[in-house]
């Protein structure tokens, strides 16, 4: 495989980051001593080369907000339950990408961790599919939107309960007996 090491914004494939305000936030996440991978850039055409970045730390700037470009942050681990308290103890993520051939830790990542959406062996393509809502929890938002989820998420569909006046069983009122309390389990189906 030949890696280009040179940043070739000619070629027309790459996506420019949404703002300059953007991209100069981008930069700044970018550690020289941790490229490991690409990290050129040009803030003018609002354009970043894809970068990984290695020997990355959760305590690393990188680390501390959401990214949202194509920087991705390498953090190497010895230990599954350890790695899990530590993405546990910071605030929810939006997505999370699992890369894995076992099925055990490919399900405790996913038991355990809270997150809004995210793939197995994939990255992003939950968000081509709109028949998969997509939004987050806790800091990173709330709710679900596309398909049929940002239908129901963007309209309120009200409950309404429709009480005929016609009739008013005093079963629910006071005083309580026996007797009522035995009803209700009946038509409630309850032991």
Same mark, same amino acid.
């Given at each position: 495989?030949?890696?280009?090491?040179?940043?070739?914004?000619?070629?027309?494939?790459?996506?420019?980051?949404?703002?300059?305000?953007?991209?100069?936030?981008?930069?700044?996440?970018?550690?020289?001593? $941790?490229?490991?991978?690409? /990290? !050129?850039? !040009?803030?003018?055409?609002?354009?970043?080369?894809?970068?990984?970045?290695?020997?990355?730390?959760?305590? !690393? %700037?990188?680390?501390? +907000?959401?990214?949202?470009?194509?920087?991705?942050?390498?953090? %190497?681990?010895?230990?599954?339950? /350890?790695?899990?308290?530590?993405? $546990?103890?910071?605030? $929810?993520?939006?997505?999370?990408?699992?890369?894995?051939?076992?099925? %055990?830790?490919?399900?405790?990542?996913?038991?355990?961790?809270?997150?809004? /959406? /995210?793939?197995?062996?994939?990255?992003?393509?939950?968000? %081509?599919?709109?028949?998969f809502g997509f939004g987050g929890v806790g800091d990173s938002g709330?709710?679900?939107?596309?398909?049929?989820e940002g239908f129901k998420a963007f309209s309120h569909f *009200?409950?309404?309960? !429709? *009480?005929?006046?016609?009739? +008013?069983?005093?079963?629910?009122?006071?005083?309580?007996?026996?007797?009522?309390? $035995?009803?209700?389990?009946?038509?409630?189906?309850?032991?």
């Amino acid at each position: 495989m030949n890696i280009v090491t040179v940043f070739d914004t000619k070629n027309g494939n790459y996506v420019q980051i949404v703002n300059k305000r953007n991209t100069e936030r981008l930069v700044k996440l970018l550690d020289s001593e $941790k490229v490991y991978l690409g /990290g !050129d850039y !040009d803030i003018e055409k609002r354009l970043i080369q894809p970068t990984i970045l290695d020997n990355i730390h959760f305590e !690393d %700037s990188i680390m501390e +907000e959401e990214i949202f470009g194509p920087i991705l942050p390498i953090i %190497s681990y010895d230990n599954l339950d /350890g790695a899990i308290a530590k993405v $546990k103890g910071l605030p $929810k993520p939006l997505s999370c990408y699992v890369f894995t051939k076992s099925k %055990s830790s490919k399900n405790k990542i996913l038991n355990e961790i809270s997150f809004g /959406g /995210g793939c197995v062996n994939e990255a992003v393509m939950h968000l %081509s599919n709109p028949n998969f809502g997509f939004g987050g929890v806790g800091d990173s938002g709330m709710g679900s939107y596309h398909g049929e989820e940002g239908f129901k998420a963007f309209s309120h569909f *009200k409950s309404i309960l !429709d *009480k005929p006046t016609w009739i +008013e069983p005093n079963i629910k009122y006071y005083p309580h007996t026996p007797l009522k309390l $035995k009803l209700l389990k009946f038509f409630f189906r309850l032991n």
